[in-house]
């Protein structure tokens, strides 16, 4: 029985039991190895994210959890159900939105709803009731009887997560379900996925490879070339980093880390062409490292511990540029100028 009170996700819960647990999970696509051995729990009622960059092993482990791909190896239950041996009932507890559109245009949104509802199984006096609360649930009510095809890409990722939650399942998996869509309307999906949990309690199980996006979870898995780097709350992630960041730019940005280096020691990096140190100090480090290294340095930057630093460190790189869309690239290019 759930318990709802005012809490910093806006709810708890009195039971935390996991709902998904996975062990040792391994996928080979021949010599590739696309998941390397991962093991993690899910919690009820939570909202928890896989961030990383495309490549990383996100959509292999969400089409092996929803039953899409067989594991080379590993185990994974999800409601109490073996996904391997008892695919039929994990399908039955799951609503997933792909990354991919995968809706009807040819059809209104309520005859993509009712088709889904029969593929489920659901009764048809079940059903009716249920399209009105899932439509009304993602503001699309007044355009039940419109062509899909008429929809913005806003509205079409609504009604994927209204069809997604149509049958009532225990765990709603998002696959990048914002990806391609402006600030504004990814705000919006977030607003009606917060508040599913809320009214609901459903298990929300998300992958992104938007930093800002993976604030919204419970817990973060960071995952890159297979395998989880670091799984803890966002603010427990961002304490990992030690400090402040230091941002220093230079025409010679790897000479000037050396020099840092061996002036000042502790840990200096190279980070989209600068040096980043860390210091639980920095607005006094800062000063000290500009006196040190006049005329070489062109910029300078004191900022606290976000979650792309968290990345970084864990994996030694960011959320790699060249295989994000173009509106990511965009995105990222707009980060830096703020800067």
């Given at each position: 029985m759930l318990k709802w009170?005012?809490?910093l ?6 039971s935390?039991?996991?709902?998904i ?19 993690f729990d ?6 928890f ?9 996100k ?11 067989r ?10 159900f ?6 039929t009932?994990?399908r039955r507890?799951i609503?997933?939105v792909?990354q991919?559109?995968?809706?009807d245009t040819?059809?209104t ?12 199984g ?20 007044d355009?039940?009887?419109?062509v899909?095809?008429?929809?913005s890409?806003g ?8 069809r ?5 399942p ?15 309307t990814?705000?919006?999906?977030w607003?009606?996925v917060?508040d ?6 459903v ?9 800002e996006?993976?604030?919204h979870?419970d ?15 966002p603010e ?11 941002m220093v730019?230079?025409d010679?940005?790897?000479?000037l880390?050396?020099a ?7 840990e200096v ?11 639980p100090?920095?607005?006094?480090f800062?000063?000290r490292v500009?006196?040190?290294f006049?005329?070489?340095?062109t ?11 968290v990345?970084l ?5 960011g ?5 994000a869309?173009?509106?990511?690239q965009?995105?990222l290019?707009?980060?830096r100028?703020?800067?």
């Open positions: 009170k005012s809490a996700m806006g709810y708890s819960v009195d935390m039991d996991a709902i647990k996975v062990t040792e999970l391994q996928k080979r696509y021949g010599p590739v190895e696309a998941v390397r051995g991962v093991s899910v919690r009820r009622s939570e909202v994210g896989f961030l990383g960059p495309n490549g990383a092993g959509t292999t482990t969400i089409k092996i959890l929803a039953t899409l791909l594991p080379t190896s590993g185990r994974v239950v999800l409601n109490g073996d996904v391997a041996r008892q695919p009932d994990v507890s609503g997933i792909f991919d559109p995968s809706l040819r059809l949104a309520e005859m993509n709803l009712r088709f889904h509802a029969m593929l489920y659901v009764r048809r006096d079940v059903a009716a009731r249920r399209i009105d609360e899932v439509l009304a649930m993602v503001d699309l009510a355009r039940r009887r419109s899909v095809a008429t929809f890409g509205m079409k990722r609504r009604l994927e997560i209204a997604g939650l149509l049958h009532a225990q765990v709603l998996f998002l696959d990048e379900p914002t990806v391609g869509l402006d600030l504004q990814r705000r919006r999906i607003d009606y917060l599913l949990r809320r009214s609901m309690g298990t929300v199980f998300m992958t992104t490879h938007y930093i996006e993976s604030e979870c817990r973060i898995a960071i995952i890159d070339h297979g395998r989880i780097m670091a799984l803890d709350t427990a992630l961002r304490q990992r980093v030690g400090g402040d960041i230091i730019g230079a010679d940005a790897p000479a880390a050396q840092i280096r061996e002036r000042f020691g502790g990096r190279l980070a989209d062409g600068a040096v980043m140190l860390e210091r100090d920095g607005a006094e800062a000063p500009a006196a040190a006049p005329g070489r340095i910029s300078l930057m004191v900022k606290r511990p976000t979650l792309d630093d990345f460190k864990m994996t030694g790189h959320i790699r540029e060249e295989q869309s173009a509106v990511d965009l995105r290019a707009a980060r100028w703020r800067r």
